[in-house]
């Protein structure tokens, strides 16, 4: 541990110590509106840390600067993941404040918790050690169950102890598998474990060897638990329901894109020799998933619950992208798949937070989450229906959205690789999902509301849904300069 | 190699038969011995109390503990941890220098704001 190590984790650092100081602030203020700004003005220190980093990276040969014993890496995969995440908390604050003011107490740990939460999400992108790695995902997992947990009425919650429970069950599965993976290879380390697979390999076995399949599959529920995949999917219903809706849109998009950076990095990097084998686990994975999500989503009346089933169904089109490694096997070095997950990982998220800022904004007022209570706000919120109404198309998948442009990249990715099955099961699965997702706008716009008093928005929620909204377009339509960002953050995976 | 591996557990079977059988039999034992009258059954109050020395038995066996216990209970275990942590840097203090001694202060500073913020939310009180 060195000076050197310290500011590399200075990002992460500099989060966490914000959190403490928003807790602290908390105990000494009257004022508690002040909290919601302290943490989004507070992030410019972990922001301006990774953008020293990012200019520190250019003066390294091979990109990357390893530090803490080789468990932690600062390249430009982990430097996007960390501005993407800062992104989100600061949108996830902005649309919180009206929500949060008027919790009776425990305002600055919620801001906290977050915070907290997000600085494990950021060392999760870093971690090149099995063992880090575990430290990393509990660091994010445990403030999510409190914030699950924050309303303290009954769902609230039964969301709190369904999340501990279900995640304490997946940590130990995820363990079993990294021991298994320790067992055969000795090591914790990723580039280790990559170069010892390499000689030890039984060709004739599934994954190389019975201990490592056991091993992989293990790994993958572990980290498809965290990424909200089929069949793992059990607790994202309950627990999107009960949870404070910004909760919600947090652990949609924020937890979801971190459980990606670590499976493209465990897997592109550890298990690179037996990229094949995995490649058609995580097919098979995707394929259901989008199935029973976009099939079970159709039966909600509950908005949050839809777009819980809606998130599963979104984890099943990521996972096309990282299945299709099998890309780089033959001709054409293509990094399309995996800079197509971390592309729509950034669509996925300004286009949902977009979805969840509108609903939060109209529940609010409405204080019910049943599609049937957005009947009418085209007329009550014209503002606010719109820009829902956009998110929602740009999850469907039509241009000139984000989404579209996501899902663009993971189909002829998954073209490419060969897994042209993949994509007619995606093509079917966007039509299916089209039926729920436009049943919103139906009720949104064709039905009578149930009393005309307009709903107003406070201008910190106004400002994120601005935001998210133009990022939505802006990615639709000018792709270009992300994927080019995308392509230099994932070059590091494939070495 | 896999032998070797087997042998092991086959160490641990005949323990835990071992255990199982020796306690068994003397229970097995003692029950055919109630039939030759050797050994007589004169329950009394004192006999069947779960034990039978030390602390007298108050109440019922399910009373509720008040909650806030838990709370002392977790500060107690933050500070106990802390002087486990702090025990083997004060032995080394010497060899680790002046970056050990930096890194233990920022370690009280976070016990300490955590310590605050339980007293600032009355967790220290007994209400």
């Known amino acids: 541990m060195t000076l ?14 914000l959190g403490m100081v928003v807790i602290i602030l908390d105990m000494v203020l009257r004022r508690k509106g002040v909290l919601a700004a302290v943490s989004v003005v507070g992030l410019l220190a972990p922001l301006a840390f990774s953008i020293s980093l990012w200019g520190d990276l250019s003066g390294e040969p091979d990109g990357q600067m390893v530090g803490i014993f080789n468990t932690l890496v600062v390249d430009k995969f982990s430097l996007f993941f960390k501005f993407l995440v800062m992104g989100i908390v600061a949108l996830v604050v902005m649309s919180s404040v009206e929500y949060v003011s008027r919790l009776r107490q425990f305002q600055g740990e919620y801001y906290g918790l977050m915070l907290f939460s997000a600085s494990g999400m950021m060392l999760l992108a870093a971690t090149t050690d099995l063992i880090s790695t575990y430290v990393a995902l509990e660091l994010t997992t445990l403030p999510l169950v409190a914030l699950a947990a924050f309303l303290r009425d009954s769902r609230s919650t039964e969301a709190g102890i369904k999340f501990l429970l279900l995640s304490a069950m997946s940590s130990a599965v995820l363990l079993y598998g990294m021991t298994l993976t320790y067992g055969f290879t000795g090591t914790t380390q990723l580039v280790e474990i990559f170069e010892r697979l390499g000689a030890s390999l039984d060709a004739t076995v599934p994954f190389g060897s019975h201990a ?11 980290f498809g638990f965290k990424i909200a995949a089929v ?89 096309v992208g990282v299945a299709s490694i099998a890309a780089r096997v033959p001709v054409g070095e293509t990094t399309l798949g995996p800079s197509g997950v971390l592309f729509y990982l950034v669509a996925y998220a ?55 442009m996501g899902k663009l990249y993971m189909f002829s990715a998954a073209m490419k690789s060969d897994l042209a099955w993949l994509v007619v099961v995606g093509v079917v699965n966007s039509a299916i999902s089209a039926y729920y997702y436009l049943k919103v706008i139906r009720v949104m716009y064709m039905v009578d ?46 070495r | 190699m896999l032998e070797d591996y087997f042998r092991q557990y086959g160490l641990i079977a005949i323990f835990t038969a071992i255990a199982v059988i020796l306690p068994g039999s003397l229970l097995v034992v003692s029950w055919l ?29 399910w009373p509720q503990f008040n909650f806030r216990y838990y709370m002392f209970a977790i500060l107690f275990v933050v500070f106990d941890v802390e002087t486990i942590f702090i025990y083997p840097w004060a032995v080394q203090f010497k060899q680790l220098g002046f970056f050990a001694f930096a890194e233990m202060l920022v370690f009280i500073l976070i016990l300490v704001i955590g310590w605050a913020y339980a007293w600032n939310h009355k967790a220290l009180e007994w209400r």
């Not at chain 1, 286009?351 to 007022?365: C, D, M, P, V």
């Not at chain 2, 109630?34 to 007298?56: A, H, Q, T, W």
Request: aromatic residues 10%.
């Open chain 1, 4 to 17: 050197h190590d310290l500011y590399l984790l200075s990002p992460e650092l500099s989060l966490a110590s």
């Open chain 1, 449 to 494: 509301p149930e009393g005309e008093e307009k709903i107003h928005v406070a201008y910190a929620p106004q400002a994120a849904l601005y935001i998210t909204a133009l990022g939505i377009l802006a990615l639709g339509i000018f792709p270009g300069p992300l994927m080019t960002v995308a392509e230099k953050a994932v070059a590091v995976l494939f």
């Open chain 2, 33 to 61: 011995l109630s039939f030759l009258r050797i050994r007589p059954s004169k329950p009394n109050d004192v006999k069947r109390s779960p034990y039978e020395c030390g602390m007298e038995l108050i109440g019922d066996r």
């Open chain 1, 212 to 222: 490592l399949f056991l091993g992989v599959i293990m790994i993958v529920a572990g």
């Open chain 1, 350 to 404: 300004v286009t949902n937070l977009a979805a969840f800022f509108a609903i939060i904004a109209i529940s609010n007022r409405t204080g019910s989450d049943m599609i049937s209570s957005f009947a009418g706000m085209g007329r009550r919120a014209p503002f606010l229906a719109i820009i829902l109404a956009f998110a929602i198309v740009s999850l469907l998948g039509i241009p000139p959205t984000a989404g579209f």
């Open chain 1, 231 to 319: 069949p793992f999917q059990m607790w994202v219903p309950d627990v999107y329901e009960g949870a404070p809706t910004p909760i919600t849109a947090y652990l949609s998009v924020a937890s979801k894109a971190a459980g990606f950076a670590i499976i493209l990095r465990v897997f592109y990097i550890g298990f690179g020799e037996i990229s094949l084998d995995w490649a058609a686990l995580f097919a098979v994975l995707s394929a259901v998933s989008m199935t029973v999500g976009n099939l079970v989503a159709i039966a909600q009346k509950n908005i949050k619950r839809m777009l819980a089933y809606s998130t599963i169904a979104h984890a099943g089109f990521l996972m």
